[in-house]
Every structure is written in structure tokens, then in C-alpha cells.
């Protein structure tokens, strides 16, 4: 508190006196009241608009404050003067948050070079990837941030959705299991993604998954949709039809679930009971008689 006063003493005493308002500045950020040191690193650039230390300060406590705009103003000010460091990985979290991957990726980039063993900014360049859709980049990052973190099942997990993305179905499911090898929680939704890349390479593997999936999520449009066009492609088809048609009967108004309940039954052989089915979804949906022409896929 005497400290506190001062400071206010001494700037009142002599406004322009840069080195009492940094050092009053760093005793507000000490106390935690970081806005009222914003204030104050303010007013040492009005008088000294590139003051290194104020810019760096500035910056640092807007990125506390979450004020990713500031961040970006005060830090390229900072990193133009060549005095980047940290700089980098804060600019390219603004730009991150404010959407502009662009940038985002150039400052974080340098922030990798400087730290490559910060997890914190490995990763966050690899979810920049993701959003540009670089998912290459992404699986490169995201290996060196296993290597960082080698127990960490969230990363491993990551890499199996990466590698899916990209219809590495195999290296998928690798990730996958290796990710629940690790801890991670095998809820629906892992089992769902699981299940969905063994269908890539395993039909009945993939199957077996997602029957798993159904007992907790009975008559799930998708994942029943899922099934039924694996069978298909497996020329299972009086399976494929009893799915498709699972599906028509608990959503009557999915007339391209009907539609391929015919298709598959004419498949099987069953042109008669086939060709009926894929009328009626056709007085359903006319649009449906192109289908007659093209190869349909959900």
C-alpha cells in the first residue's frame, strides 16, 4: 500500500516520468490489476510509442486479459523491432482466436522454431492446420507433440481422427486402440469413430463396433445408414435391405432408406419385391427416379 502511494506521488509529481509508471505498472501486475496497468504502459507510449519495455508489458497483460486485438496491435510493434521472443507464440494465439489461420500459422511457425519443445505451441500450430485443412501438417505436429507427451491418450486420439479425415483407415483404428491402451474414455462416441473406420478395411469388425454403439443408441439413423451400406458393399445384401429398411420403418419419411431397401433386395435377386419397394419410394419422393440412372450413396 505505502509502495502504491508512492508511485501515485511520484507521477503526479512528474507525469512524463517513464520509469516510475513501468515500475508502478509491474507493481500493478503484481497485485493482479492488470487493467490498471494497461493504463499506465498506455501512457508511457504516448510519450514513447516504441518504449520496448512497455510494448512487451502491454502485450503480455493483454494476453492475460484476453484482449486479442491489443495483442495483435502492441505485439507486432514489439516483434517489428526485432525483439519477437515469446512474442511469437502470443501473436499467433491472437490470431488464432480473431480466426486469421493465415497469420496464425506464419507467427507460430517462428514460436516452434524458437520453442520445439513447448507442447503448448505444438499443438496449438497443429490445430491451426486443422482449421486451414492441412491435415499433414496436423499429423506431423501432432506426432511431435506425442513425443513431447507421450501419455497423453488425448493426443494419440487426435491422431486416429486426423488419420480418418484423411481415410487412413488403417493407422485410424492404430490410433484409436492405442489411444484406449493409454486411458482414453471409450464412450459412445469413440466406439462410434472406432467403428466407423473399421468399416474402412473390416467390415465385420466395423459392424461388430457399432451393434455396440446401437445397444446404447437404439434405432440411431446414422449408424443403422452406416451398416446398411456396409452390408451392401459387402454383398451382404438381405442384410443391407433388413437395415435400410430399419430405417425407412422408424423415420416413414426417408423415402431414399425405402429406395435402397428395393435396390438391394433387387441385388439379392428379388427383382419382383425390389422394383415394388422402389416405386413406392419413388411416389414418395419423385426426385428419386433419377436413381434409376445413377449409382445412389448416402
Known amino acids: 500500500m505505502q509502495a502504491d ?4 506521488k511520484a507521477i503526479e509529481f512528474d507525469t512524463t516520468n517513464i520509469d516510475a509508471r513501468i515500475e508502478y505498472a509491474n507493481l500493478l501486475i503484481d497485485e493482479r490489476k492488470y487493467v490498471y496497468a494497461v493504463d499506465q504502459f498506455k501512457k508511457v507510449l504516448q510519450n514513447n510509442a516504441r518504449h520496448t519495455v512497455a510494448l512487451q508489458k502491454i502485450t503480455e497483460v493483454s494476453f492475460l486479459l484476453r484482449r486479442w486485438s491489443d495483442v495483435v496491435s502492441y505485439g507486432k510493434m514489439l516483434a517489428t523491432s526485432g525483439k519477437g521472443g515469446r512474442m511469437n507464440f502470443m501473436l499467433g494465439k491472437a490470431y488464432y482466436e480473431e480466426e486469421d489461420y493465415g497469420e496464425s500459422e506464419r507467427y507460430l511457425a517462428l514460436a516452434v522454431k524458437d520453442e520445439p519443445a513447448s507442447l503448448e505451441v505444438v499443438k496449438l500450430l497443429s490445430e ?14 501432432y506426432n511431435q507433440a506425442t513425443a513431447l507427451d507421450p501419455k497423453n491418450a488425448g493426443l494419440v486420439y487426435q491422431l486416429g481422427l486426423l488419420h480418418y479425415t484423411l481415410n487412413n483407415e488403417k493407422e485410424a483404428v492404430k490410433y484409436f486402440e492405442l489411444a484406449a491402451e493409454k486411458g482414453y474414455k471409450t464412450d459412445l462416441d469413440f466406439k462410434e469413430n472406432l467403428g466407423m473406420a473399421y468399416l474402412g478395411f473390416n467390415v465385420e469388425k466395423g459392424i461388430e463396433v457399432l451393434n455396440q454403439v446401437l445397444e ?10 452406416q451398416i446398411a451400406q456396409a452390408h451392401f458393399k459387402s454383398r451382404n445384401f438381405q442384410l443391407a435391405a433388413d437395415t435400410f429398411y430399419k430405417v425407412y420403418q422408424n423415420d416413414p419419411t426417408n423415402s431414399k432408406a425405402l429406395y435402397m431397401t428395393g435396390i438391394a433386395y433387387n441385388k439379392k435377386g428379388d427383382r419382383n419385391l425390389g422394383n415394388s419397394l422402389c416405386e413406392k419410394a419413388i ?3 419423385p426426385k428419386l427416379a433419377e436413381l434409376k440412372r445413377l449409382s445412389y450413396s448416402f
Open 5 to 8: 502511494k508512492n508511485f501515485k
Open 128 to 141: 491451426v492446420y486443422i482449421e486451414l485443412s492441412d491435415y499433414k501438417q496436423a499429423i506431423n505436429l
Open 216 to 225: 446404447k443408441k437404439p434405432g440411431n439413423p446414422e449408424i443403422l445408414l
Open 283 to 285: 411416389q414418395l419422393d
